[in-house]
């Protein structure tokens, strides 16, 4: 009764202070400037000039040096602050648009490419973009050797021969250059500024370079904002850039990234109007929304997946050599079943690694549901007292679908098959020590692009020399049981060509990956995009998630 | 009480050395790759970009090579540079410290006074309705899961009833005040800014009701007992049979002798607080210690769980000196040599 007395104290100390219902103060207290005006609701009014943007999201920001910067939203910070030669639409994954060139071609072997630069293009701090800070900043990308450098792999040479001309070329050909170059990570920074603050693009920048911590505070880009301040796990703040040089200036003065963890908070938040924007509210709680005038949801397809791999190279998992095997646990699977449960039928299945919406995705057979078919393979291969198979995963809930709930709707699946899954949920960066140690027979990860291009999943999950998961599933080398010689001759040619021979190499490859049967997506989980109802222009792209210079207010 | 004060700090750095090997051993030891986090899952086969990340962040050397080099930074007061945040830890840590500070403190005020208050209530009230309720609703915060019990206050509380705000040390779109000390009460009270200092007063409300509750229940349980145990004293019956008034008894003779096992607990219970702040910062979104060491565990961020384990090894072992002196001035029958 004490306690209560001094939570009713404090309360009372407070009272009238509530800062969710505050009636005629600005919401921008503390010394700042007011920026948004709330109604006794606490929902933002919609009063255009000085409206601050608040986004409630879960940030998995890893670096916001954009050359070592590897996360979801890390893409939505580099595009809102650094701009890229072109990006894709994104109502279409593949068609790309103009951003800092003004126009862009490549030879007809896919080795060379060459960009005009927009000569109106400057940075925030009113110097021009010119092609020397391109190199740079690609040289940059390369060689400190973070996480996005691979997409610099293959380069032969980078050459400016004017300010306004730009040119890269590879020594075997690269269709894939185009959506790679509009790739967030690719952007453009001011070299002049970011030298002086120690970063380096020279071949030792991996350890020359400095300036990581400098980007914490800092930025140095083109884009309609700036970084005004980073808290790790607390908030992240962009200021509009007032000087941009685009046509469509960004509208509001500030936008904040609010770590908010778990997506009921998220939506909770939303609809007590302490943030416009929430973009991982799950599936299952849209009904929620349903009905509130505050706020309007829509669910979009999304290019991200979950998957689970088969690794017949791993300790235990000799059975699955036998390719059938493989194929009758694919056949297993209740796909609908699992997108029912695991993301209340918001979701749709997918064919091959190759996702949804991407080149070569579209003629491919989604995959159902044959227990009896399942069983005859079983049967066929001496298999149908079924076996034992361990199953460790990461402990993640990612894109919505509880990888827990998962496997063990997989292992319900398997067990009517005899196959008893061994399920081991464990930390990822246990996984991570597992997976390349000795491997893991049954295991469940997930997929989001970096660009638009199909090769990042052939490159990634094919069986071909050099593909993260030709290796962890036991092959990896040219010759090795699991080594596929088709799907490399396939991405040689979807690499060299262009148009419907480009679609139709991807389309075989998808196909000879579902045939390979190590990498099975259980699901394509859609996306929930939820703002304030006076937010316009939400979206979502397959190259840089969401583009905050689109994004505007209504009225 | 000088020396005994002087023998104990001597020591401490001892025992902080052996809490850093032991977090160093086991965080090394375990089989698990903080490499996933660092350059993330699609790049741990790509042999350039994983050489490159273990040079960076000292991964590369055999394990008495990292320990050495790790000590001999720690001597220098450098406690690394966290894998996650690319910062120093240092800095992390002081950073969060205010935060995580705030919160004990709201939640040892909330839970030490309600503690004492409803324990002294209840044995006042031995086996009448307001002792059960007492006990009962002592009991409901020691049992309750705080990360439950936290999520259904801002359920009811915030996003249904309204009547205190949403997570967060600050309502959304408000800067920080100037920082001082870190602390936003005060630091907004420095600032002259009276506003901010009620809102930032109000979000502390919630938080550190739920992470007090926990800790008011077992200590309101310890102070009936002591209280009870001391009722029936033959100084208490004195004190009465010269009339004293009961109010008078009860606070003069039977708290105050009662008092010193509730300061042993609350001398820890500071230390508690400060680490079990855990899921009450998760829940919150309060940017604090115990939302930084759960980070630093799921990511295998070795310098951050290193300077956490440091952090916590220190604030336990001042949490216990600060008690020995304090009870040795409560009781002046108590000798420390």
Redesign the interface.
Known sequence: MVAVGLVAVVTAVSCGSDDSNDTSATAAPTGSEPTAATDAGGTAAPAAEGRELVIARDMDINSLDLSRSYCDTCQIFNTAVYETLITVDPADPNKILARLATSWEGNADNTVFTFKLDPAATFTDGSPVEAKDVKWSWERLANVKASASYLMSGLNTLEAPDAATWGATFEAPNSAFLPIVAASYLGVINSDVATEQGASAAADADTADKAEEWFLANSAGSGPYTLESYTQGESLVLARNDQYWGPDKPVFPRVTFSQVKDSSSQLQQLQAGDADIAMQISLDSVSQLEGDSNVTTSVVDSFNYVYIALSPGAEGAEKLQDPNIRKAIVKAIDYDGAIESLVAGKGKKQASPIPNGFLGSADLTLPSYDLEGAKQLLADAGMADGFDLDATYPEANVYGVDFSLMMQKIQQDLVKVNINLQLTPVQFPEWADRIDAKGIPVTAVYFAPDHTDPSQYIQFFGEIPGSSWASRAGGGDAGTPLDNPKESELLATALASSGDARTQAYTDLGQQMIDDAIIVPIVNPQLVLATASDITGMHYSACCNLDLGLLGLAG | MRRFILRRLAVMPLLLLGIVTIAFCISRL?????????????????D??V???K??WGLNGSLPEQYFIYIKNLLTGDLGTSF????PVTD?LL??LPATLELAAGAL???G???V??GA?AASRKDKPADH??RG?ALLGSSLPVFWIG?VF??VL??RL?????????????????HVTGFYTID?LL?G?F??F??S?????LPC?VL??AY?GQLSRLVRAAMLDEINADYVRTARAKGLAERLVMRRHVLRNAWLPTLTILGFSFAQLLTASVLTE?IF?W?GIG??AV?AA???DFPAVNGVSLFAGLAFLLANLTTDVLYAVADPKIRLA
């Not at chain 2, 205190?164 to 040390?169: D, M, Q, V």
């Not at chain 2, 007063?201 to 409300?205: E, K, Q, T």
């Open positions: 375990i089989p698990a790759n903080p490499l996933a986090s660092i350059v993330g899952e699609r790049a741990l086969n790509n350039k970009i050489a490159a990340a040079a960076r996650r945040t690319r910062q992390d950073h969060r005020l909330i839970g006074v309600g503690g208050a409803l209530y309720f007492s609703f999520l801002l359920f915030y996003a309204g009547w205190f705000p949403g997570p967060g040390r600050l309502p959304p779109r408000t800067k920080p005040p100037d907004s600032d800014n506003t901010l009620r809102q007063l109000h979000r502390l409300v009701f007090g509750w008011m998760t979104q940017n939302s930084y980070q799921n990511t295998l």
